[in-house]
């Protein structure tokens, strides 16, 4: 917390902005919302009707110059000017999730991940509501933290956190801290370079002591790296689908999740309703979590076996005459469509392509050898895919609306198959956003 400070800016009007003035309202702070673009009504009426002042489609430099502290919203770069600015003065700078968390005194779960931080996020809310504590689910989904804690405050709160809010934390501490992978995203906020996306995401065990437990994934060749050259002062726990670990969770011999930790109390699931080897990862890390926070064995057990799947990750649309249609929209990288290839037990015609951001293909070649049937290409930005796969694959078709993507591929398809939209790509080129596209698929669907 920063000592006599009165007069806050905020820069940028989502929801995390938002969230963070009613925030700093309730709190008492003299609050000014700046948005360098235009704010959506819906924002602006919420500021309007608890008359905090803003402006949009500028920032008055002197205004914000002026300030006590700035909370910066996640999607501001470092190298805007005022950023700038503010920094060449030493006026701090920090994010909505490090001032939501000076006003809890809430027992915080903080995951992140370059891919599954969503699931596993939910599905640890799902653990810890279902085993009856006073929960709430924040962050880089649906609510801000800020607005969270401002309006109904838990005894628990399980936090999604992305590597731009991890950037501007300064005293944030969870209890416990989850990464569930590190794989190259987003670099281009990092200057191209994966060490500091890595740093970034490190930073969620930053400020945790001996009394805080740091889980992650002991599977990902860059978090073995960085466990190993941290002086991590947490607990750290790994999760795995091979080798026991000393404490932790892992496969064991019956091709079973097993949970062990120091009290020598083991507790073994069987059966997850969410399938695919990152969903295992997912809900050991979840498991892990709801163990350590006192939910019963039986109560964990029952709740990774009813977990519905989320909108866009893997999740079943229709059976058409046998063909089964998979709406994985969320998969905007190459990371999250290998998982979801390698989790495809039919053949598969596989609905890919949107903005290319980077995207090295040949991760996918075995898998797609393997797994995939045809090809059906959407959007505009194909050349990476037709370099890797021509040759390979017999059937790779050209679409530009999903409309004509889902009827290609149902023509591509026979009894018995699937098709999976996994784009691998961001979305900007023919829709809102992943949301949209997955919700377009859908509707494609049925109208078949």
């Known amino acids: 917390m920063i000592a006599n400070a009165k007069y806050i800016s905020i820069l940028g009007a989502g929801e995390s902005g938002v969230g963070a003035a009613l925030l700093a309202k ?83 779960v903080a995951i992140t991940g370059s891919n599954g931080k969503t699931t596993t996020t939910v599905l640890t809310h799902h653990l810890l509501s279902r085993g009856g504590h006073d929960v709430g689910v924040a962050g880089n989904l649906g609510y801000s933290l800020a607005r969270m804690v401002a309006q109904e405050d838990h005894d628990f709160l399980v936090v999604e956190v992305s590597s731009f809010q991890l950037d501007d934390i300064k005293d944030f501490k969870p209890h416990i801290a989850v990464i569930v992978n590190i794989t190259p995203d987003h670099l281009d906020r990092y200057n191209y370079n994966m060490e500091e996306y890595i740093a970034s995401k490190m930073r969620i065990t930053l400020n945790q002591d001996e009394d805080d437990f740091f889980i992650y ?48 109390e083991t507790m073994t699931i069987d059966e ?24 019963r064995k039986e109560s964990i057990r029952d ?17 058409i005459h046998g063909i089964e249609f998979v709406n994985d929209s969320k998969a905007t990288n190459v990371n999250s469509t290998y998982f979801a290839l390698e989790s495809m037990r039919k053949p598969t015609i596989w609905i890919v392509g949107g903005v290319d951001k980077g995207n090295d293909y040949s991760q996918l070649s075995e898998l797609v050898k393997d797994k995939v049937k045809a090809i059906v290409c959407l959007g505009s930005e194909n050349a990476k ?19 004509d993507a889902v009827k290609m591929a149902y023509q591509l398809g ?35």
């Not at 018995?416 to 023919?430: I, N």
């Open 26 to 108: 309730k709190e008492g702070y003299r609050v000014f919302v700046s948005d360098l673009n235009q704010i959506k009504p819906e924002f602006k009426k919420e500021l309007i009707d608890n008359e905090i002042k803003f402006e949009e489609g500028k920032h008055d430099f002197v205004r914000i110059l002026a300030s006590d502290f700035v909370i910066k919203s996640p999607g501001i770069p470092d190298k805007v000017l005022i950023i700038k600015e503010l920094k060449d003065q030493g006026t701090p700078i920090i994010s909505e999730i490090e001032f939501a968390s000076w006003y809890t005194k809430a027992t915080i």
């Open 217 to 264: 994934n002991l599977e990902d060749p860059i978090l073995q790296k960085e466990v190993e050259k941290n002086n991590i002062k947490a607990k750290v726990l790994g999760f795995t689908t091979r080798d026991q670990p000393n404490e932790g969770a892992y496969i064991n011999e019956e091709n079973k999740i097993e949970i062990t930790l120091n009290n020598h």
């Open 272 to 295: 997850l309703a969410l399938q695919g080897r990152h969903n295992v990862h997912n809900s050991m890390a979840a498991a892990l979590s709801a163990k350590l926070l006192k939910i």
């Open 303 to 319: 709740s990774l076996a009813n977990f519905d799947s989320l909108e866009h990750r893997l999740e079943p649309v229709l059976d």
């Open 385 to 403: 895919i037709h370099a890797e796969f021509d040759g390979h694959i017999e059937n790779i078709v050209e679409t530009n609306s999903m409309d």
């Open 414 to 448: 026979s009894k018995g198959e699937t098709v999976l939209l996994s784009p691998a790509c961001a979305s900007f080129d023919l829709f809102q956003n992943y949301e949209d596209r997955g919700r377009q698929f859908k509707q494609a669907v049925r109208k078949l």
